[in-house]
């Protein structure tokens, strides 16, 4: 599946962003999905993710409470809402899809976007 990532860009500290990812090629909701970041100098790391159907979320404990996820498998779109955004929080950010069912590994996903830059300003 292809994957093609929305909506970054620059956000004042304790403002929102939405995040869109639409997948297309194969069958979208055959696919948990997922969305990593990645910092200058750091590893990618998990942020949340969604099971095939939406009824089921993973989230990292330092966005718990301020990012979810949803998905719209009849636009074969997936969401991530952002509130209350931190500086900590700048980062590429990226859409990944997996067959394996929910998973915070990146190992886990199959796909992968090209990326969205978040950049939140103090």
């Known amino acids: 599946v292809q994957l093609q990532a929305f909506g970054g860009g620059l956000v004042q500290a304790g403002g929102s962003l939405r995040l869109s990812c639409t997948g297309s090629?194969?069958?979208?909701?055959?696919?948990?999905m997922g969305w990593f970041r990645q910092a200058p100098g750091k590893e990618r790391e998990f942020v949340i993710s969604i099971n095939w159907s939406g009824s089921s979320t993973l989230s990292a404990d330092s966005v718990k409470g301020r990012f979810t996820i949803s998905r719209d498998n009849a636009r074969n779109t997936v969401y991530l809402q952002m509130n209350s955004l931190k500086p900590d929080d700048t980062a590429v950010y990226y859409c990944a899809a997996g067959g394996r069912g929910l998973t915070t590994s990146i190992s886990g996903y199959d796909y992968w976007g090209q990326g969205t830059q978040v950049t939140v300003s103090s």
């Open positions: 090629g194969r069958t979208f909701s055959n696919y948990a």
